[in-house]
């Protein structure tokens, strides 16, 4: 068994939790309309805003078996990662780190999307189904809500004082008499200028 598979594997024995969750069926997306589609979106955004320290998985084609190891069902509709990927991060004020992909597990396929532990928080800038701009979704446990007001703010602590986060720099050249720009690059000639080799004096004394 590969790596990926043995570690989905062991998901099955785990409960869900604000890094887990299992869907039997395939979320509604091709052909679906805003109200069905703000699901799939609604996830994504909890568990991306969820307060975790290893990344979230949701399996599709997997019944939860609560107490015991979930059974795996399988699906044969699966999701493009490139449309799902447009579909999310268009309508937030910036993209999620998240994939989509397809994997055999136990001789049939699940869906598998993947959302690592990252920057928060993420909100839509805009209404969408069902969802509200400017609110944030996150994942408590087994159900999805709001984000309250102080874990907001302490989201936004974290992004403002991480230590590996390093500040962004614009330089521009300009003239500083005339205030004028001359843009972020400079184009410059150089004259190397060559001196004449030491003449040599005689001093006489008298």
């Known amino acids: 068994m590969q790596p990926l598979s043995q570690a989905l594997e062991a998901l099955l ?5 604000t890094s887990l969750d299992f869907k039997r069926d395939q979320y509604l997306f091709i052909g679906a309309d805003d109200i069905q589609k703000s699901e799939l979106l609604k996830d994504i955004l909890a568990f991306a805003n969820s307060w975790r320290r290893v990344d979230a998985y949701i399996l599709i084609g997997v019944l939860e078996v609560k107490g015991g190891k979930s059974q ?14 447009q579909f999310v991060n268009e309508k937030i004020q910036r993209p999620i780190s998240f994939s989509y992909y397809t994997t055999k597990l136990e001789e049939t ?9 990252q920057k928060r ?9 069902k969802l509200k701009k400017n609110i944030v979704y996150i994942r408590r446990g087994t159900s999805t809500t709001d984000a309250k007001p102080d874990e907001i703010v302490r989201m936004g602590e974290e ?23 001359f843009g972020k690059s400079l184009s410059l000639k ?4 060559k ?5 040599k004096f005689q001093i006489m004394v008298m």
């Open 13 to 17: 024995y785990e409960a869900e939790s």
């Open 72 to 85: 795996v069902i399988g699906i044969s509709q699966h999701l493009d990662d490139a449309q799902l990927q």
């Open 109 to 117: 396929h699940i869906g598998v999307i993947h959302i690592p532990v």
């Open 121 to 129: 928080p993420f909100y839509l800038v805009r209404d969408f189904g």
């Open 159 to 181: 992004f403002l004082f991480d230590e590996n986060r390093l500040p962004d720099l614009d330089l521009q050249f300009g003239k500083y008499k005339e205030r004028s720009k």
């Open 190 to 193: 150089i004259l190397i200028l």
């Open 195 to 199: 001196c004449p080799k030491m003449m």
